[in-house]
């Protein structure tokens, strides 16, 4: 394992601990930048190392499920310390994650991939049914409270709510099955089939010390962020843009994973693996 991968999270963590004496101030925050972007690519090593270990198609959703983790917990705690202000965070975040995977992480995927290979491949099939659970999901918690909201403001009552949380996690849990067990054959990348053919399989002792240090990494990933969440706001009241715009700010440093390994994957010629990781990482959002 390079010595890296584990130095990364470790050199965030201290940054999370620093005292509070020294925090708020510019070094602070330069220390934190830095260290957000090196636990990144950490995270995207483990998250490879398991994915290889595991195998595809289930390897892909290792990430999507650990980042969605957190970034449910990231937005709870920015909206526990305002309610009243940060109400539509979780909407305008869901909303941005949707933005950048659709027209930024894939696309960019697809420019890469063509630029390198001219020619890739991918299982349609697969990237249809996560396009259409995609657009109910988008339906279902973006459009429709608009049409049948019943107070000021796009919001379900509680009966809606309960109805669209439990639509949301059928129609979630559905593409789960559906991608790892009864079309799994949809998902995986047409050349290579569900094999690595560069690398050897790493061991079960390294898959669990890279899932440990997946899951260390991810949170001090949500820990920086939170504590430059209020050089961004700041940021973003001088340049006087909309509040909206912290909600991109989260999804993209939250998605940031996600979108290093997918671009990892187009460039080694898996386009499949990267439609994967986008679709899977907004579904689990979403849900």
Request: charged share 10%; glycine share 8%.
């Amino acid at each position: 394992m390079p010595f890296w991968t584990w130095a990364a999270p470790a050199a965030a963590w201290l940054v999370l601990l620093l005292p509070a004496s020294l925090t708020g101030s510019g070094v602070h925050a330069t220390a934190a930048g830095l260290a957000l972007i090196a636990t990144v690519f950490a995270a995207v090593y483990h998250a490879e190392v398991v994915a290889h270990r595991t195998g595809e198609p289930f390897g892909t959703l290792v990430l999507a499920v650990a980042v969605t983790v957190i970034d449910v917990a990231l937005i709870v705690s920015v909206m526990i310390s305002a309610p009243t202000e940060k109400m539509g965070l979780a909407r305008d975040t869901v909303f941005a994650a949707v933005m950048i995977v659709m027209n930024g992480i894939v696309g960019l995927c697809l420019l890469l991939g063509g630029i390198r290979h001219h020619q890739q491949g991918f299982q349609a099939h697969g990237a249809n049914a996560g396009l259409a659970v995609l657009a109910a999901l988008t339906t279902l918690t973006l459009v429709l409270p608009n049409l049948v909201a019943t107070a000021s403001g796009p919001m379900f009552n509680t009966s809606q709510l309960v109805f669209a949380g439990f639509v949301s996690l059928v129609l979630y849990c559905a593409y789960v099955f559906v991608q790892t067990v009864s079309h799994r054959d949809d998902f995986l990348t047409p050349e290579t089939g569900d094999q690595h053919q560069h690398a050897a399989s790493p061991s079960n002792r390294a898959a669990v010390i890279s899932g440990c240090l997946l899951v260390v990494a991810l949170v001090a990933v949500v820990g920086l962020a939170k504590s430059l969440t209020p050089a961004v706001e700041g940021a973003i009241r001088w340049f006087g843009l909309p509040e909206a715009v912290v909600g991109i700010v989260i999804a993209a440093v939250v998605l940031l994973p996600e979108c290093v390994a997918a671009l990892r994957a187009a460039n080694a010629n898996r386009l499949q693996t990267s439609l994967n990781l986008a679709l899977g990482s907004v579904l689990a959002a979403m849900a």
